[in-house]
Nanobody
């Protein structure tokens, strides 16, 4: 069974940085695309960023210029570097991976809180 282990969340002050990690139990080449969503209290889950096997990236407008998604195939890990964090970035961040055939796997989520 494919599993993702996420880490790197926490409490940070506005303007600070965090790097989220998502390590898969299988090779990243099993997935056509991997990425991150987030869900704030009382809101729907929303797209944050994605990266495909060719390292092509896509970002939501909310994170452009502040967030960077990357992948290390040797470590089976996808990263989300988040800089200049704002209170509105507070949410649970979920890693996901899409396999051929449309099957999506989700991580368990990691909490990010931006507050002074």
């Amino acid at each position: 069974q494919v599993q993702f282990v996420e880490s790197g969340g926490g409490l940070v002050q506005p303007g600070g940085s965090l790097r989220l990690s998502c390590t898969a139990s299988v090779t990243l080449f099993s997935f056509s695309t991997m990425g991150w969503y987030r869900q704030a209290p009382g809101k729907e889950r929303e797209f944050v960023a994605a990266i495909n096997s060719y390292h092509m990236t896509n970002y939501a407008d909310s994170g452009k210029g502040r967030f960077t998604i990357s992948r290390d195939n040797a470590k089976n890990t996808v990263y989300l570097q988040m800089n200049n964090l704002k209170p509105e970035d507070t949410a649970v961040y979920y890693c996901y991976g899409d396999r051929p055939g449309g099957l999506r796997t989700w991580g368990q989520g990691t909490q990010v809180t931006v507050s002074s």
